[in-house]
């Protein structure tokens, strides 16, 4: 039985790195920020981060929870009498073992840390949350209903995509002819969305923040925010970013080549 159980992971690992040579431009990548952004203290360069909400679809694969994405601080300026508090950024790396991903990524949507608990509580009354998380009723970001219960996603009386019973949530991104994410290119397959709604585009719980730059034309994959007074996006807070391009990174470490992980070496992390 071991053997057995090495071998399906062996095969997974294997999946996941091969499809990771190359993520698909326009899958969705929904991020929970790890590091805040904050204009008052950031500098140019400091290095920022996030992890996936929920497993992100990817053709025949998917990519784990808790994937690291990194990024870095591009540009900063502090809120003053004659201008806005601005910070530019870039997500630009997802980590996969030992092996980095580089990516440019867009900003789909953005929401505060409130925001984000919000949409992971029961709206049920407190009679009828039921006997598990099964039994919830949430409400994303954006405003769309999930009904764990019955695994649905609803704007009004229309079904815009499907639940788990621990509150993931998938469908196809939605927009608006009127939506700034009209102009995305986001792939027309299921996606993966954790507390967003699938049409859900800018900026949420997050008073008087603009998104000045979505990173979506040039300079491509940089994303630029303004607030009239302190910025501070803090760590929790949520990320929808799409990718707009990316390439394969040789391995981490001293024994890196430009080559695939050997199943040999996963074997080796499996025993270990």
């Not at 090495?6 to 999946?15: E, H, K």
Request: glycine share 10%; proline share 5%.
């Amino acid at each position: 039985m071991k053997l057995a159980a090495r071998a399906v992971v062996l095969i997974l690992l294997l999946a996941i790195v091969s499809a990771a040579q190359q993520l698909p431009v326009g899958t969705l990548l929904p991020v929970a920020l790890s590091t805040a952004i904050n204009a008052e203290k950031a500098k140019v360069g400091d290095r920022i981060s996030g992890k996936l909400g929920q497993y992100v679809v990817m053709d025949s694969t998917r990519l784990p929870r808790g994937t690291k994405v990194a990024g870095r601080i591009v540009a900063v300026q502090p809120a003053s009498a004659a201008s806005p508090a601005r910070v530019a950024f870039v997500f630009d790396t997802l980590l996969l073992g030992n092996r980095d991903l580089p990516v440019k990524t867009s900003l789909r949507a953005l929401a505060s840390m409130q925001a984000v608990y919000d949409a992971q509580l029961p709206t049920n009354t407190i009679d009828d949350y039921g006997s598990s998380i099964r039994d919830w009723n949430t409400t994303q970001v954006g405003g769309q209903a999930v009904y764990r219960g019955d695994g649905t996603v609803m704007e009004g009386r229309e079904v815009v995509g499907k639940a788990t019973i621990v509150g993931e949530v998938f469908g196809k991104p939605k927009t608006w002819s009127w939506s700034p994410c009209e102009r995305d290119r986001a792939s027309n397959t299921v996606q993966s969305f954790w507390v967003f709604s699938t049409d859900a585009c800018g900026i949420y719980g997050s008073e008087g923040m603009k998104l000045a730059h979505a990173g979506r034309s040039e300079p491509a994959g940089e994303i630029v925010l303004e607030s009239p007074g302190k910025l501070n996006v803090r760590a929790g807070s949520g990320l929808l970013l799409m990718v707009t391009s990316s390439t394969q990174q040789p391995e981490r470490g001293p024994t890196a080549s430009h080559s695939a992980l050997s199943s040999s070496s996963i074997e080796v992390a499996i025993q270990r």
